[in-house]
T-cell receptor
C-alpha cells in the first residue's frame, strides 16, 4: 500500500516563499506528483518528479529525495490566487494515484 | 486545456433514488477514473478504467457501479442513494502512457447531496 503525509494547513504572506512537505511510505515508488485545487474547483496538475532533485516551473518548484522518502513543493512570490489546497500524489504499479491528505495554503495580504 | 465534462454539477436527491453521474472527455484518453472527495479532505479512488469494457474498483469501497462502453464516456450509477453517499464526485482521465508522468485531467465535479 501507499500513504502520503502532508501538513494540513500552511499560512504565508503575499510575496513570500512557502514550502509544502510530503513524506511517503510506498511498496513501490515511481515518482511524486503535485496537484492544486481551489475551493469548489477541480484538481489541476502542477508538477512531477520521477528522479531526485529539483524541477522548476515558473514560480513553482518541486523537489524529491528518494533516499529520504520525502518531497516538497516550493511556491515563490506568493500571490493571493495561490490560496488553495495542494496535494502530493504517488502512482502505483498500475499508475493509479494515491493522494496525500492535502495542505490548505492561505495567503494573507 | 483539458476537455472533460461532468453533469450535473449539483444534485440534491431523496434517499432510495437511482442516480447516474455523467462524465465525458474529448481527448481520446484510454484511462478514466472516479474519485470521491469530502470537503477539505483527500481524494479517494473508487473506480477506474483502462479502456472500453474495462472497469475496476479502486481503493475506497463504494456501492456505486460504472460502465465504459465508449472511450469518451464513463458514467457512475448509484442504484439506491443514501445520505452516506453525500460527497463530491470527481471524474478524471489520462493518456495512459508511462508511469508517474501520466497526468490526470479532472472534470469540475458533481456535488451530491442525499436527503
Amino acid at each position: 500500500g501507499q500513504s502520503l503525509e502532508q501538513p494540513s494547513e500552511v499560512t504565508a504572506v503575499e510575496g513570500a516563499i512557502v514550502q509544502i512537505n510530503c513524506t511517503y511510505q510506498t511498496s513501490g515508488f515511481y515518482g511524486l506528483s503535485w496537484y492544486q485545487q481551489h475551493d469548489g474547483g477541480a484538481p489541476t496538475f502542477l508538477s512531477y518528479n520521477g528522479l531526485d532533485g529539483l524541477e522548476e516551473t515558473g514560480r513553482f518548484s518541486s523537489f524529491l529525495s528518494r533516499s529520504d522518502s520525502y518531497g516538497y513543493l516550493l511556491l515563490q512570490e506568493l500571490q493571493m490566487k495561490d490560496s488553495a489546497s495542494y496535494f502530493c500524489a504517488a502512482p502505483n504499479a498500475g499508475n493509479m494515484l494515491t493522494f496525500g491528505g492535502g495542505t490548505r495554503l492561505m495567503v494573507k495580504p | 486545456e483539458a476537455d472533460i465534462y461532468q453533469t450535473p454539477r449539483y444534485l440534491v436527491i431523496g434517499t432510495g433514488k437511482k442516480i447516474t453521474l455523467e462524465c465525458s472527455q474529448t481527448m481520446g484518453h484510454d484511462k478514466m477514473y472516479w474519485y470521491q472527495q469530502d470537503p477539505g479532505m483527500e481524494l479517494h479512488l473508487i473506480h477506474y478504467s483502462y479502456g472500453v469494457n474495462s472497469t475496476e474498483k479502486g481503493d475506497l469501497s463504494s456501492e456505486s457501479t460504472v460502465s465504459r462502453i465508449r472511450t469518451e464516456h464513463f458514467p457512475l450509477t448509484l442504484e439506491s442513494a443514501r445520505p452516506s453517499h453525500t460527497s463530491q464526485y470527481l471524474c478524471a482521465s489520462s493518456e495512459g502512457e508511462g508511469k508517474g508522468t501520466d497526468t490526470q485531467y479532472f472534470g469540475p465535479g458533481t456535488r451530491l447531496t442525499v436527503l
